[in-house]
């Protein structure tokens, strides 16, 4: 049997897909994912989702003499119904906007095509002093994907 597999998830049409599965410590004593565990999820899903663009957040520290690091701004989560132990969740996540010193991203967990949650989540571009610094052009351009040029017209 061959699948198609990486550990970080994959890129279809500018939205990252991860896979996971929920394990006993991720409930509480009800067997449902406890609220707080979705949290983790929604970060290994951006996190992957940065790998996938080719990304890495060790290497943005030093990406010139100012650095860049992304720091969650705000985040809006509706809870639209529950996973439980054994599931597997597939997490997507895709850019909103990408320009300035922000980004938006929009994310999702849903188990067997059944919503679980909706994330919307504010990212902050800072330097390594933490200080707002501008998203370069050429790295906003990886997270809005190829049809990037034809939406920023």
């Not at 410590?25 to 067997?31: I, K, L, P, Q, R």
């Not at 999820?41 to 003499?65: A, P, V």
């Not at 597997?88 to 188990?111: D, H």
Request: glycine share 8%.
């Amino acid at each position: 049997m061959t699948e198609d597999f990486s550990i970080s998830g994959h890129l279809i049409d500018n939205c990252h897909q991860l896979k996971q599965r929920v394990y006993y410590e991720d409930t509480d004593f009800s067997g449902l994912v406890y609220h707080a565990r979705y949290l983790h999820f929604l970060e290994r899903g951006r996190t992957d989702y940065l790998r996938c663009l080719g990304c890495q957040q060790s290497e943005l520290i030093g990406i010139d003499d100012e650095g860049l690091v992304f720091v969650v701004h705000r985040m809006e989560i509706d809870f639209k119904s529950p996973a439980r132990m054994d599931d597997i969740l597939t997490i997507e996540t895709m850019t909103e906007k990408a320009g300035g010193a922000k980004m938006v991203l929009r994310q999702t967990i849903e188990n067997s095509e059944r919503r679980l949650i909706e994330a919307r989540v504010t990212i902050a571009v800072v330097n390594r002093l933490g200080r707002p610094r501008r998203l370069p052009e050429g790295l906003a351009m990886k997270f809005l994907g190829p049809d990037a040029a034809a939406h920023s017209s």
